[in-house]
Each structure stands twice: as structure tokens, then as C-alpha cells.
């Protein structure tokens, strides 16, 4: 069995404070902050965000929120923060400039922490709705809770986290790098987003 990481890992910009979302945005300010990141590609970012990025994320975000209370969670929030399970050498490649915030598993709180197998715009589904592969695996349509993630990664594995091959065209290729953490509340991190 693989040994699963007891920490998770947020990824942001360093010019950035840690944990903003894009789903928070007026759509005046979403048009300009993703403006600025498309803008990043020709500064060595390689994070795509096409014209139907912010469709599929409010799909996938809805759903995930779906699943989480259906699971008998009461999200605090419409959308959650974002983690990868232990480290990703692939996400922290994406941008030249990456930081992360480094947070215990231990640290949150069990009925506001779900995960996807492995990132949710790949295990929610959506992909072939906007022309990008998808190839169904068991564990995609899932919303699990912390106290599975000893269970799903002993039956699944981790998925490789391997940069090598590149991120050139990476969103047109099945897509299954990391498993992704989901904080639904904000008090847990309050203090890490404006160090």
C-alpha cells in the first residue's frame, strides 16, 4: 500500500495571497484577474484558462457542493478552498513563481474536508461536456471524507505526479496527476491568507 501523506499543499502565486478564488469574484474583477493569468502564459505560466474555464469550475463546484451535502456535510461555503494531498511536483511546475502553504491533515476539521480522486474537474465529470477527454475510472462521482483516505488510496494508489512529460497540451490529455482536498470553511485557514 502507498504511503498516504498526512499533509496537504495549497499552490498559489507568490504576488498572490494564498487561498483566493476565483469563484468569489464579481464578474468585472473575473475578467481582469483572469485576463492578468492568460496574460502569465507568455511569462512561462503554464495553467490554461480558457473562455469556458469559469463554466466547468461553477459546474464542478456546484456538484462537489451537491455531493458534500449530500453526504450529510453542511458546507460553510459556496465553494471551497483547495489543497493537493501531500505534494505535487506537477502543479508547483505549472507557474515559475509558485509558493504553497503546507497545513497538517490533523489541522482540518473532519465534517468540513472532503476529497476527490483524484483532482474534481476530473472526477466530477464534466470534461466531454467542453471537448475534453475523460476516461471513467470507479472512483470518479465521488465526494469522500478524510476518514477514507486511508481506504481509497490503498485500493487506488497515488496517481503519478510526474512533470517530466511536459504541460504542453496538458488539459486535451486524461488528466489524473493528484488527489485533490477540499476545506469547506474558513476558519481553519483564516490566519494563513493574509500572512
Do not use: C, K
Not at 498559489?12 to 485576463?35: I, Q
Amino acid at each position: 500500500m502507498a504511503d498516504v501523506p498526512r499533509f496537504v499543499t495549497h499552490y498559489h502565486l507568490a504576488d498572490r495571497a494564498p487561498f483566493l478564488n476565483l469563484s468569489e469574484l464579481s464578474d468585472p474583477e473575473l475578467t481582469a484577474v483572469l485576463a492578468e493569468l492568460d496574460a502569465r502564459r507568455q511569462r512561462g505560466s503554464h495553467r490554461v484558462f480558457g473562455p469556458r474555464y469559469m463554466e466547468l469550475r461553477r459546474l464542478t463546484e456546484a456538484r462537489l457542493r451537491r455531493l458534500f451535502a449530500d453526504a450529510g456535510g453542511a458546507p460553510e461555503r459556496t465553494s471551497p478552498h483547495y489543497f493537493v494531498l501531500g505534494a505535487s511536483a506537477w502543479y508547483r511546475g505549472l507557474a515559475p513563481d509558485t509558493q504553497e502553504v503546507v497545513v497538517p491533515l490533523t489541522d482540518l476539521p473532519r465534517d468540513q474536508t472532503t476529497f476527490t480522486y483524484p483532482d474534481s474537474f476530473t472526477a466530477m465529470g464534466f470534461l466531454p461536456r467542453f471537448g475534453l477527454p475523460y476516461e471513467p475510472r470507479p472512483y470518479h462521482g465521488q465526494v469522500f471524507w478524510l476518514e477514507q483516505l486511508d481506504a481509497v488510496v490503498g485500493r487506488y494508489g497515488l496517481p503519478a505526479d510526474d512533470p517530466t512529460d511536459g504541460y504542453a497540451g496538458y488539459e486535451r490529455r486524461p488528466f489524473e496527476r493528484y488527489v485533490e482536498v477540499q476545506l469547506w470553511a474558513d476558519e481553519p485557514i483564516r490566519q494563513l491568507r493574509h500572512p
